[in-house]
Every structure is written in C-alpha cells, then in structure tokens.
C-alpha cells in the first residue's frame, strides 16, 4: 500500500473511533482510544475498521483477559500487556473468544428483618390483684 492509502486507511479508522468515543465512555476506553491514534501499524487500523471491532469490545476482551490471572478478585496487569490484548482483538481474523465472564454474582441471602418485642403495658395486675410498678416510670 501507498502511504496516502494508509494515511487514508487510519483517517477512517480515527473517524470510526471518534464517532464510538462521541458517546459516554469510560476511562479504560479513553486510553485504549488513544494508544491506537498513536500507532503506526496498518493491520491495526484495518481491524478498527471491521464491523464487528470497537473500543468497547476490546475493554471486554481485555477484561476476560484480566480475570484469569486474578487472586482472591484482584488482578494487576501491566500496560504493555494490556496492549498486546488490544492489538491482538483488532487484528485477528474472528473476534477473540473470551472464555471467562467478568461479572460477579452475589448469592449472600438478605438478613430477615427481625421482630420488635411487643410492650407490655406499663398497668399490669399480678395475680393477686395488686398493680404492678415500673420503676423507670419515676425517673
């Protein structure tokens, strides 16, 4: 390819990413959209363009990426690695196959509410028929 066709070729991709980034986005999103403004590789400007590739679709290969090296819910991963899933999800021929979901499910059961004891009424007669007193009414 000549370079004004692969000038061509990544204005394309940057308009298709721009239009996806004019909608709400999350931060995860906003550094992949622009590490791939900063790339130079011609592969990677042809699978943005591919219909069923987008920013948001890399985050949520990345992130079943991510879930397999977690400990005890947490996973630290570093950037480089992060944009070797990236590149990979926007050059392969299918989109990747995430294996795992990143979602969790809760399944603690909600505490019952518990019953107020009933007051007793503040006059009751004993069996004898006299009154009995409560002692904090004086206070």
Not at 21 to 31: K, L, Q
Request: proline share 3%; glycine share 4%; aromatic share 8%.
């Amino acid at each position: 390819m000549s370079t004004i066709e692969t000038l061509n070729l990544k204005e394309q991709a940057l308009n298709k990413m721009l239009k996806e980034m004019n909608g709400y986005h999350s931060g995860a999103e906003d550094a992949i959209h622009n590490w791939l403004c900063d790339q130079k590789e011609q592969a990677i400007f042809e699978g943005i363009l591919k219909e069923d590739r987008s920013i948001k679709g890399s985050v949520k290969y990345c992130s079943s990426r991510a879930s397999k090296h977690q400990h005890e819910g947490v996973a630290m991963i570093d950037d480089e690695t992060v944009f070797s899933w990236v590149r990979k999800y926007f050059i392969s021929e299918k989109v990747p196959k995430s294996s795992t979901k990143a979602t969790v499910k809760t399944t603690a059961e909600k505490p019952k509410p518990k019953q107020k004891p009933k007051q007793k009424k503040k006059e009751e007669k004993s069996q004898e028929g006299f009154e009995q007193l409560n002692l904090l009414d004086f206070l």
